[in-house]
């Protein structure tokens, strides 16, 4: 491979790296100095009430039905914060592989009490329970 295509590859690379970096820092300054924008959080909240009893969502649906598709780890923080704001059927949201919270046992529990079949014993069957928007 000729050496300036290769500078050109690992320079993409590394740009795309930082630019993830970025997005990420710049949620977790918003969160930590509460400089948040409120109308993403209850844009966030607003969906989460939506979906329906017996379905989950990801937190990468949320994130791009809000028009902020890489930004999933942003609406796990909202969703950790959302008791300041009201209440919302927060468990109703797991990650891409239908994993529900590591340590929040609550979550399995309302789950199945709305009859969400689980894969095993942390992962919801997102080919069954995932809310088709």
Request: glycine share 6%; aromatic share 10%; net charge neutral.
């Amino acid at each position: 491979m000729d050496r300036n295509v290769t500078h050109s590859y690992n320079q993409n690379i590394a740009l795309s790296i930082i630019s993830q970096a970025k997005e990420k820092f710049y949620d977790m300054f918003c969160l930590l100095k509460k400089e948040i924008d409120e109308n993403v959080l209850y844009l966030i909240y607003s969906l989460i009430e939506e979906i329906p009893e017996g379905r989950v969502a990801t937190y990468g649906q949320i994130a791009k039905l809000i028009g902020k598709e890489n930004h999933s780890r942003f609406v796990g923080r909202a969703l950790k914060m959302s008791h300041l704001y009201g209440e919302y059927p927060c468990h109703r949201v797991v990650n891409h592989k239908g994993r529900v919270v590591i340590g929040w046992d609550e979550q399995i529990t309302l789950l199945k009490a709305e009859n969400i079949v689980f894969k095993d014993e942390y992962h919801v069957d997102l080919n069954k329970h995932q809310w088709k928007v």
